[in-house]
């Protein structure tokens, strides 16, 4: 069974940035889907963006796009997250999730996800 460990999260400044990365083990096949949900204090957990493993097509929430930048090394069966410009909102918890079937592409509903990570801290100092 595939497992997903995220890590890079920390503590930066406003304006500053943090790459997340999501390490997957076991075998990834072409029509898995990755995606990222952040869960700040009292909220629900939010869809971030999210990545094809094949192709690479990507999608991202409205509050992230133009900030953050979704990558895969296949080789590595890792996807990245890259978070620039970052605001005291963008603190949250951040888990990595996947999904077996390409047709989550671009969900939100956390329910489609099959697989998820711990998750990582994420603080943005104002």
Known sequence: QVQLVESGGGLVQTGGS???SC???GRIFSTW???WFRQAPGKEREFVA???WS???TAYADSVKGRFTLSTDNPKNTVYLQMNSLRPEDTA???CAASVSHYTFG???TKMYEVWGQGTQVTVSS
């Open 55 to 57: 192709g690479g097509g």
């Open 18 to 20: 943090l790459r997340l």
């Open 50 to 52: 999210t990545i094809s």
């Open 33 to 35: 889907v990755f995606a």
């Open 93 to 95: 918890v951040y888990y």
């Open 107 to 109: 969900s939100p509903d």
């Open 23 to 25: 390490a997957a083990s």
